[in-house]
């Protein structure tokens, strides 16, 4: 089975209930690609008002933006996995970088969150990527492979069904600069190439690599294009509707 083109925008902490509902309309009733799966990182807040309005047919899931590590217990404004998939959320993103510099996740916290998840029955967005620093020194390769390493690596091939991976140049967050489709295409391949020596090339070609750093409707079909680019992980450009319709589908 061919890996899916994925379009996941990631609202952050973004938008209230009733402008997350407007912005979903939009993507429901615009004309986009249906061989396309979009899926939307919302806040907490958003999920219960979000499956109300978007029906199942129209192919949007939804994302929890994190979750913590334990099934229950006294951590006073965590969300644990169980209660998401209590919720019917399909999916969840962990690891992105915002939380590992923010809130000081490691890789070892991460693989406790990645367990927690796939034992809850969720679907994982797993985030890896590298600062400018680390780019410039030429360790980009090395240092996202001992994230992978460190934390996705533990699960098993039929574990790895669950997961779609997300590239994040650090340097290209929210900054307007963006990795070129040949640095991208590098990176992608090289992270493939970590799954195939790890899992086997049924694995590597199994699994949907997205691209996250500053993707908009002008750079989107450029970066799509790329043999190992299987979508983005969109920021900004996720919270303008009729951008991230563009977007969908640029493949």
Same mark, same amino acid.
């Given at each position: 089975?061919?890996?899916?083109?994925?379009?996941?925008?990631?609202?952050?902490?973004?938008?209230?209930?009733?402008?997350?509902?407007?912005?979903?309309?939009?993507?429901?009733?615009?004309?986009?690609?249906?061989?396309?799966?979009?899926?939307?990182?919302?806040?907490?807040?958003?999920?219960?008002?979000?499956?109300?309005?978007?029906?199942?047919?129209?192919?949007?899931?939804?994302?929890?933006?994190?979750?913590?590590?334990?099934?229950?217990?006294?951590?006073?404004?965590?969300?644990?996995?169980?209660?998401?998939?209590?919720?019917?959320?399909?999916?969840?993103?962990?690891?992105?970088?915002?939380?590992?510099?923010?809130?000081?996740?490691?890789?070892?916290?991460?693989?406790?969150?990645?367990?927690?998840?796939?034992?809850?029955?969720?679907?994982?967005?797993?985030?890896?990527?590298?600062?400018? =620093?680390?780019?410039?020194?030429?360790?980009?390769?090395?240092?996202?492979?001992?994230?992978?390493?460190?934390?996705?690596?533990?699960?098993?091939?039929?574990?790895?069904?669950?997961?779609?991976?997300?590239?994040?140049?650090?340097?290209?967050?929210?900054?307007?600069?963006?990795?070129?489709?040949?640095?991208?295409? =590098?990176?992608?391949?090289?992270?493939?190439?970590?799954?195939?020596?790890?899992?086997?090339?049924?694995?590597?070609?199994?699994?949907?690599?997205?691209?996250?750093?500053?993707?908009?409707?002008?750079?989107?079909?450029?970066?799509?294009?790329?043999?190992?680019?299987?979508?983005?992980?969109?920021?900004?450009?996720?919270?303008?509707?009729?951008?991230?319709?563009?977007?969908?589908?640029?493949?």
């Amino acid at each position: 089975m061919a890996r899916k083109n994925v379009a996941a925008g990631n609202w952050k902490m973004n938008t209230t209930i009733s402008q997350g509902i407007e912005l979903a309309q939009t993507l429901t009733s615009a004309e986009r690609d249906k061989n396309t799966l979009v899926i939307l990182a919302v806040p907490f807040t958003h999920i219960f008002p979000l499956q109300k309005k978007i029906k199942a047919s129209s192919k949007i899931q939804l994302a929890a933006q994190n979750c913590h590590h334990k099934t229950s217990g006294a951590y006073t404004g965590e969300i644990s996995p169980a209660m998401l998939a209590d919720m019917k959320v399909p999916y969840v993103v962990l690891g992105h970088s915002e939380r590992r510099e923010y809130n000081h996740e490691d890789n070892a916290l991460l693989a406790a969150k990645l367990r927690a998840a796939l034992d809850a029955g969720l679907k994982v967005i797993f985030c890896c990527g590298e600062a400018l =620093e680390i780019r410039k020194a030429g360790k980009h390769v090395g240092h996202v492979k001992t994230q992978l390493i460190e934390s996705l690596f533990q699960l098993d091939a039929q574990e790895m069904k669950s997961i779609i991976i997300a590239y994040e140049p650090i340097w290209a967050i929210g900054t307007g600069e963006t990795a070129s489709p040949a640095q991208a295409q =590098e990176m992608h391949a090289a992270i493939r190439n970590m799954l195939q020596k790890k899992y086997g090339k049924r694995v590597a070609d199994n699994t949907s690599i997205l691209y996250g750093g500053s993707v908009n409707g002008g750079n989107a079909k450029e970066l799509f294009s790329q043999a190992d680019v299987d979508g983005g992980l969109v920021g900004g450009a996720s919270l303008k509707g009729q951008e991230f319709v563009q977007i969908i589908n640029a493949f």
